[in-house]
């Protein structure tokens, strides 16, 4: 048990160097799901890539004749597809095109995306697009603008350093969704079913955590157990924020009526949580900063009561 807490820490730890790296994955053998950092990827004619589809940045070419069985998920670059994808297509920025003979057996749902469809593409589902990406406009209850905001080169700076902070954190939903899936849904079902009970957990987790690494780095000689201490509830509070976004990704796929895969809910809701609760944090002085600690309190609770997704929760 204790080895498996460390492996899944240590891969965490990975995931989050994985973010900060310029990765180059080429085309192999398409026999698993496939991430995909920069570079280029084909799939090439009859090849069939059993498992879900995740791009970050580059290119890709799905060529006439291949296909994906699962879902596919696009972040910035270019995505071409002339085959068959089975599940459903989620765009953050970049171009999208489906080409004459392109085939989608689910929905097309596009933030920000440049998106091109050929006469002749089928889509199965429907097509979704978030074109309007204002500045915190999807935050303010009847679209209220912040004055003079376009012409501020210094707040669109900080929208898009906003932005790609939230990209990132769906980014690494999307990973976490294929690599661990069934311990990110531990931690959502507990977040779910168990919403209180994992509030007052995280809370009094947090303050626990928070003394035992003062106290530890006053001494010295524990300076070491504390950082390590202090990485493991770092760790165990980013995979609770990732599992509410899983839930919240479940809630929207229903809202839609959709069935949607871990990864995809994931990183779909990632996406949607951020956005919102950073949003709100920003444009409320003094206290906004309690609305992220709230959400990140319920997270890190469930985490401990499934000790890191490991474990379901029965109460």
């Known amino acids: 048990m204790l080895m498996r807490r460390i492996l899944l820490v240590a891969v965490l730890t990975a995931l989050l160097a994985a973010l900060l790296i310029p990765w180059r994955v080429l085309a192999g053998e398409a026999t698993e799901s496939k991430v995909v950092f920069g570079g280029e990827f084909t799939l090439h004619k009859n090849e069939v890539l059993n498992g879900d589809l995740v791009v970050f940045g580059g290119t890709a070419e799905l060529q006439e004749g291949s296909r994906i069985t699962g879902n ?17 297509i989620v765009g953050f920025g970049g171009e999208i095109s489906l ?18 469809q050929e006469e002749g ?45 939230v990209f990132a ?37 947090a ?5 035992s690494v003062i106290f530890l780095a006053v001494t010295l000689v524990f300076l070491p157990v504390s950082l ?6 770092a760790l165990g509070w980013l995979l609770g924020v990732l599992g509410i976004g899983l839930e919240t990704g479940r809630r929207i796929a229903e809202g839609l009526g959709q069935s949607w ?12 949580l951020v956005f919102v609760v950073n949003g709100v944090s920003a444009l409320i002085p003094c206290i906004g900063w309690t609305i992220p600690l709230a959400v990140g309190l319920v997270g890190f609770g469930a985490v401990v009561l499934t000790q890191f997704g490991l474990k379901e929760v029965v109460l």
């Open 72 to 88: 596919v998920a696009f972040f910035g670059g270019n995505l071409s597809c002339q085959g068959e994808i089975a599940g459903d």
């Open 99 to 116: 080409q004459r003979t392109a085939q989608v057996g689910g929905d097309v749902i596009l933030f920000g995306s440049a998106y091109q």
């Open 121 to 165: 593409a089928r889509i199965t589902g429907k097509v979704l697009q978030f074109e309007s990406f204002r500045p915190f406009a999807a935050v303010y209850p009847f679209r209220v603008e912040l004055p003079n905001l376009d012409w501020i080169v210094q707040g669109w700076m900080r929208w898009g350093s906003f932005l790609f902070r």
């Open 169 to 205: 954190w769906s980014a690494l939903a999307v990973l976490v969704g294929l690599l661990f899936p069934q311990p990110l849904e531990r931690i959502a079902n507990a977040v779910r079913d168990q919403g209180i009970v994992a509030t007052a957990v995280g809370l009094v987790s």
């Open 207 to 211: 303050i626990i955590v928070l003394a």
């Open 228 to 233: 390590l201490g202090l990485i493991a509830a």
């Open 261 to 272: 895969s871990s990864p995809i809910a994931a990183g779909v809701g990632t996406f949607v």
